[in-house]
């Protein structure tokens, strides 16, 4: 059975899963932690993605497919007619800068999926990359989480913005669907609704 | 204080039924050990070295004594009949097991409480000064934004899985007793020079580790936009802070590696995008929340009280503890009071269920059935009549609240320690203890006078030993437990963080050498000096050289 949960028109069901996931080839490259400038920040303790990498990923002729966004950009000539064709979206981890996207893409509603790959549990950076996409860059179509995705996170992620989430595989979709309504009405505004809820309900004097 | 209306109500029931569920998955197999704790920790729940412990909040350190009461009869049911008040204001069960932990929450919730995000990487509780209220040197209440402030980071899902733990503290006093330069973001309110209400915002202090003295990001916010300025702030954290090193991860180093410039250029490019945006606090709001902590109807009272007068003059007990337990007050004729936690000879901080129901009648007797919790782990009535404070005091002595330290060398601020904490590299409570007993004279107590000393079994500094006057901590060396000393810390408008005066002590050394720094501090101190300010003006080196010297000729005396 499938393990995508997709949101559509506000209800959530277990669907099947129309794109084929692009993964870079395995790297050689020791691992670089540093930290302290402003950019390296950001990538502290995770692995350079090499040009090697990216022209050796195979990229399959037809179908509906999600690159990695460092093949997004590296390759996007030769995507192009595709892209035009709303077969490709990209996936991007926690750690990359949604900017490599944005500057690349000025308007990303062109592409159908955007999916952010979450390593670990733990990782709240994908809150705020869900944040960012739909309220700062204007992205309005299906946004994906996948990786280490359990029932726990999908109330944080529906109001990050994120409308499909592939439950990791040793775990069941159809029960973690009950957890995307842990909280009836949350006091802050979010992405899924920016009102806080001062703001929704007259709470009294 | 603040009431829950529905949608408080439902949020919180809906935890209890989600936390219950996370229990029951666990309990089942279904959630790993690693995918349960951060499940757990965002629920106060810690496994321990001997049972779990369960951290309670209390928001910005305020109770109904119909809360207290509850949290009597629940350390009385669930747990050996006693609790804990932490360093931030919260209340500690050493003994819950695991199984009842979603009934504990069951009941908590039926007197509007909760162990929401009171550990974990997220927000956590708000924390501010003890006499917030009734202080006579307050200019802003801030407890209507601390609250507002609390329900905006309750689940919040942008912040719900931080790199690391985030602590938020308001004040609004001209002098500062919340620590807000020691805390991932300090919200200082004022009045600005068109009367405004304004925040002064302070960023990237803390303890733990690595103890940094905040810096300031912003001089002037206006109040409506407290949210989404802290929005900016921690965006900026979630997105950039260190995930590969726990011990680098508060947002304290963040903002040194990039320097508060830096830092600071980042949060103002990302508050632009989102200032006044819907998260924007509105008056109809703050006035909403505000009239929950509007003051009491204080009755018209004198400045003085005769039988008030009479007894400080007649009983010298009850004189030692208006002394050092009875605080000004803003509406004349009321004082606030300390309850101490630390009677010579118990851990800091401890209370049992029978002494939290007799503070509950206390509260409703004489302070309008509210009191809070503070940071140094005491209890506060805030609103007691000067004519009462004796019948307070009799009652108070008969439960063993009335020691008269509050301020002295044994009130000492100290964690739980390697008795309990599986975090721990020493014990503190034994040392606390010995302290105390080595301190047990009242008269040289006062004498000694104003003093912080805080203890800390290990580097994460529950027990803020870095902003003690004195501050102990706990180390493991070669698998025994020492004890490294610093002096000159403090807490306020001019904290500093303390100095290690040289090595490391055994814990049986220990009392003698808080007895070594007080003489060297009693040769050396002016009249009406305190001990912090004798530090700061001969620095450490004669402490230094007392206590390591004497060290010395002792261990020769013996061998002699």
Same mark, same amino acid.
């Not at chain 1, 790297?27 to 692995?47: D, M, P, S, Y």
């Not at chain 2, 810390?489 to 007895?515: C, H, L, R, W, Y």
């Given at each position: 059975?499938?393990?995508?949960?997709?949101?559509?028109?506000?209800?959530?069901?277990?669907?099947?899963?129309?794109? =084929?996931?692009?993964?870079?080839?395995?790297?050689?490259?020791?691992?670089?932690?540093?930290?302290?400038?402003?950019?390296?920040?950001?990538?502290?303790?995770?692995? #350079?993605?090499?040009?090697?990498?990216?022209?050796?990923?195979?990229? #399959?002729?037809?179908?509906?497919?999600?690159? #990695?966004?460092? +093949?997004?950009?590296?390759?996007?000539?030769?995507?192009?007619?595709?892209?035009?064709?709303?077969?490709?979206?990209?996936?991007?981890?926690?750690?990359?800068?949604?900017?490599?996207?944005?500057?690349?893409?000025?308007?990303?509603?062109?592409?159908?999926?955007?999916?952010?790959?979450?390593?670990?549990? =733990?990782?709240?950076?994908?809150?705020?990359?869900?944040?960012?996409?739909?309220?700062?860059?204007?992205?309005?179509?299906?946004?994906?989480?996948?990786?280490? +995705?359990?029932?726990?996170?999908?109330?944080?992620?529906?109001?990050?913005?994120?409308?499909?989430?592939?439950?990791?595989?040793?775990?069941?979709?159809?029960?973690?669907?009950?957890?995307?309504?842990?909280?009836?009405?949350?006091?802050?505004?979010?992405?899924?609704?920016?009102?806080?809820?001062?703001?929704?309900?007259?709470?009294?004097? | 204080?603040?009431?829950?209306?529905?949608?408080?109500?439902?949020?919180?029931?809906?935890?209890?039924?989600?936390?219950?569920?996370?229990?029951?998955?666990?309990?089942?197999?279904?959630?790993?050990?690693?995918?349960?704790?951060?499940?757990?920790?965002?629920?106060?729940?810690?496994?321990?070295?001997?049972?779990? !412990?369960?951290?309670?909040?209390?928001?910005?350190?305020?109770?109904?004594?119909? @809360?207290?009461?509850?949290?009597?009869?629940?350390?009385?049911?669930?747990?050996?009949?006693?609790?804990?008040?932490?360093?931030? @204001?919260?209340?500690?069960?050493?003994?819950?097991?695991?199984?009842?932990?979603?009934?504990?929450?069951?009941?908590?919730?039926?007197?509007? !409480?909760?162990?929401?995000?009171?550990?974990?990487?997220?927000?956590?509780?708000?924390?501010?000064?003890?006499?917030?209220?009734?202080?006579?040197?307050?200019?802003?209440?801030?407890?209507? !934004?601390?609250?507002?402030?609390?329900?905006?980071?309750?689940?919040?899902?942008?912040?719900?899985?931080?790199?690391?733990?985030?602590?938020?503290?308001?004040?609004?006093?001209?002098?500062?007793?919340?620590?807000?330069?020691?805390?991932?973001?300090?919200?200082?309110?004022?009045?600005?020079?068109?009367?405004?209400?304004?925040i002064k915002v302070w960023v990237g202090g803390g303890l733990g580790r690595t103890p940094i003295i905040g810096s300031v990001i912003r001089e002037h916010l206006e109040w409506q936009h407290a949210l989404t300025y802290c929005e900016a702030i921690i965006r900026v954290f979630n997105l950039h802070g260190r995930r590969d090193n726990l011990y680098k991860a508060r947002i304290?180093?963040?903002?040194?590696?990039?320097?508060?410039?830096?830092?600071?250029?980042?949060?103002?490019?990302?508050?632009?995008?989102?200032?006044?945006?819907?998260?924007?606090?509105?008056?109809?709001?703050?006035?909403?929340?505000?009239?929950?902590?509007?003051?009491?109807?204080?009755?018209?009272?004198?400045?003085?009280?005769?039988?008030?007068?009479?007894?400080?003059?007649?009983?010298?007990?009850?004189?030692?503890?208006?002394?050092?337990?009875?605080?000004?007050?803003?509406?004349?004729?009321?004082?606030?009071?300390?309850?101490?936690?630390?009677?010579?000879?118990?851990?800091?901080?401890?209370?049992?269920?029978?002494? %939290?129901?007799?503070?509950?009648?206390?509260?409703?007797?004489?302070?309008?059935?509210?009191?809070?919790?503070?940071?140094?782990?005491?209890?506060?009535?805030?609103?007691?009549?000067?004519?009462?404070?004796?019948?307070?005091?009799?009652?108070?002595?008969?439960?063993?609240?009335?020691? &008269?330290?509050?301020?002295?060398?044994?009130?000492?601020?100290?964690? &739980?320690?390697?008795?309990?904490?599986?975090?721990?590299?020493? $014990?503190?409570?034994?040392?606390? $203890?010995?302290?105390?007993?080595?301190?047990?004279?009242?008269?040289?107590?006062?004498?000694?006078?104003?003093?912080?000393?805080?203890?800390?079994?290990? %580097?994460?500094?529950?027990?803020?030993?870095?902003?003690?006057?004195?501050?102990?901590?706990?180390?493991?060396?070669?698998?025994?437990?020492?004890?490294?000393?610093?002096?000159?810390?403090?807490?306020?408008?001019?904290?500093?963080?303390?100095?290690?005066?040289?090595?490391?002590?055994?814990?049986?050394? !220990? &009392?003698?050498?808080?007895?070594?720094?007080?003489?060297?501090?009693?040769?050396?101190?002016? &009249?009406?000096?305190?001990?912090?300010?004798?530090?700061?003006?001969?620095?450490?080196?004669?402490? $230094?050289?007392?206590?390591?010297?004497?060290?010395?000729?002792? $261990?020769?005396?013996?061998?002699?």
């Amino acid at each position: 059975m499938s393990n995508l949960i997709k949101i559509d028109n506000g209800i959530a069901s277990v669907a099947n899963d129309e794109w =084929a996931l692009v993964q870079l080839p395995a790297t050689q490259i020791e691992e670089r932690k540093q930290a302290g400038k402003v950019v390296l920040f950001k990538l502290t303790g995770e692995n #350079p993605i090499t040009a090697e990498q990216i022209a050796d990923t195979v990229i #399959p002729a037809t179908g509906k497919v999600i690159v #990695p966004l460092s +093949v997004f950009t590296a390759r996007n000539s030769e995507l192009a007619s595709r892209i035009a064709q709303g077969e490709v979206g990209v996936w991007l981890s926690t750690h990359e800068l949604l900017e490599n996207l944005t500057q690349q893409l000025p308007d990303l509603n062109v592409l159908p999926i955007i999916s952010v790959f979450v390593e670990r549990f =733990a990782d709240g950076r994908i809150f705020s990359l869900g944040t960012l996409l739909r309220t700062r860059y204007n992205y309005k179509n299906e946004l994906r989480a996948f990786g280490d +995705v359990l029932r726990d996170q999908l109330f944080f992620l529906k109001r990050s913005g994120f409308t499909s989430y592939i439950i990791r595989k040793d775990r069941s979709a159809q029960d973690a669907i009950a957890s995307l309504n842990d909280f009836s009405k949350p006091y802050q505004g979010a992405v899924d609704e920016p009102r806080p809820v001062f703001k929704r309900y007259n709470r009294g004097v | 204080m603040y009431k829950y209306d529905e949608i408080d109500q439902q949020i919180v029931d809906e935890r209890v039924a989600q936390y219950r569920d996370q229990v029951r998955r666990y309990l089942a197999g279904e959630l790993t050990e690693d995918e349960f704790r951060p499940l757990r920790l965002q629920n106060g729940l810690y496994i321990q070295r001997q049972a779990p !412990m369960l951290r309670i909040a209390v928001p910005y350190g305020m109770l109904s004594s119909k @809360q207290l009461r509850k949290l009597g009869d629940i350390a009385k049911k669930y747990d050996k009949g006693y609790g804990h008040f932490s360093t931030r @204001q919260n209340l500690q069960l050493n003994w819950p097991k695991l199984e009842d932990t979603p009934d504990i929450l069951a009941e908590l919730a039926t007197v509007e !409480m909760h162990a929401i995000q009171t550990s974990g990487n997220c927000i956590r509780n708000i924390t501010t000064d003890q006499f917030v209220g009734i202080a006579p040197d307050e200019v802003i209440d801030p407890r209507a !934004m601390a609250e507002i402030i609390r329900q905006w980071s309750t689940f919040h899902p942008e912040f719900a899985l931080l790199p690391r733990k985030f602590k938020i503290a308001v004040s609004g006093t001209k002098q500062d007793r919340a620590i807000i330069q020691m805390h991932d973001i300090g919200l200082e309110f004022y009045r600005d020079a068109s009367n405004q209400v304004a925040i002064k915002v302070w960023v990237g202090g803390g303890l733990g580790r690595t103890p940094i003295i905040g810096s300031v990001i912003r001089e002037h916010l206006e109040w409506q936009h407290a949210l989404t300025y802290c929005e900016a702030i921690i965006r900026v954290f979630n997105l950039h802070g260190r995930r590969d090193n726990l011990y680098k991860a508060r947002i304290k180093i963040l903002v040194k590696a990039l320097g508060i410039d830096e830092f600071r250029n980042q949060v103002e490019a990302e508050w632009a995008h989102i200032k006044d945006n819907a998260n924007t606090i509105t008056e109809a709001e703050l006035a909403r929340v505000g009239q929950h902590f509007e003051a009491f109807p204080y009755e018209n009272l004198p400045a003085q009280d005769a039988s008030f007068d009479a007894a400080v003059a007649g009983n010298p007990a009850f004189a030692a503890w208006v002394k050092r337990c009875v605080h000004p007050h803003k509406q004349t004729g009321y004082r606030a009071i300390t309850l101490s936690l630390k009677p010579h000879g118990e851990a800091p901080g401890d209370i049992t269920s029978e002494q %939290m129901w007799a503070v509950a009648d206390l509260a409703d007797e004489y302070s309008f059935g509210e009191l809070r919790s503070s940071h140094e782990q005491n209890l506060i009535l805030a609103d007691v009549k000067l004519s009462d404070l004796f019948a307070l005091w009799e009652k108070a002595r008969a439960n063993g609240l009335a020691t &008269p330290n509050i301020g002295l060398l044994t009130d000492i601020i100290c964690c &739980p320690g390697g008795d309990f904490c599986s975090l721990a590299n020493a $014990k503190s409570i034994p040392i606390a $203890k010995a302290i105390q007993q080595q301190f047990d004279d009242l008269d040289y107590l006062h004498d000694i006078g104003d003093i912080e000393l805080n203890i800390s079994g290990c %580097m994460n500094a529950c027990g803020h030993h870095h902003v003690g006057h004195i501050g102990i901590l706990g180390v493991d060396k070669d698998g025994s437990e020492w004890y490294q000393v610093t002096i000159g810390g403090k807490q306020g408008n001019d904290a500093s963080i303390g100095t290690v005066i040289g090595p490391s002590f055994s814990a049986d050394e !220990m &009392p003698g050498v808080v007895q070594k720094l007080i003489k060297v501090y009693i040769q050396e101190r002016t &009249p009406e000096e305190h001990f912090i300010d004798t530090v700061r003006r001969i620095g450490i080196a004669p402490f $230094k050289a007392y206590v390591y010297a004497k060290a010395v000729s002792t $261990k020769n005396e013996i061998a002699a």
